[in-house]
Nanobody, 117 residues
Framework: QVQLVASGGGLVQAGGSLSLSCAAS????????MRWYRQAPGKQRELVAR???????DYADSVKGRFTISRDNAKNTVYLQMNSLKPEDTAVYYC???????????WGQGTQVTVSS
């Protein structure tokens, strides 16, 4: 059973920074696309950032220039560095691992990020 464990959420003032981590329990991490999603109250879950095995990155327009996704295959861990946080970034953040050869999605448990104005 593959598990993803996310950590690093919390409460921060607007303009501040937080760093999220998500550790996978399996080495299939290295052959998987890693993504961060978020879901705010009353809203649909949205893709925030994506990083396939190539190392390229994609971001939602709302976070471009402020958030940075990175990965460490040796530690089976993906990170999301969030700077210049805004109240509208408040949400539960989920990490996702998609493994193409298995066509499987794996989800972390979510970590709350709250940005106060």
């Amino acid at each position: 059973q593959v598990q993803l464990v996310a950590s690093g959420g919390g409460l921060v003032q607007a303009g501040g920074s937080l760093s999220l981590s998500c550790a996978a329990s399996s080495t299939i991490f290295s052959i998987s696309t890693m993504r961060w999603y978020r879901q705010a109250p009353g809203k649909q879950r949205e893709l925030v950032a994506r990083m396939p095995t190539s190392g390229s990155t994609d971001y939602a327009d709302s976070v471009k220039g402020r958030f940075t996704i990175s990965r460490d295959n040796a530690k089976n861990t993906v990170y999301l560095q969030m700077n210049s946080l805004k109240p509208e970034d408040t949400a539960v953040y989920y990490c996702n691992m998609y493994t193409p050869i298995f066509r499987r999605d794996y989800w972390g448990q979510g970590t709350q990020v709250t940005v106060s104005s």
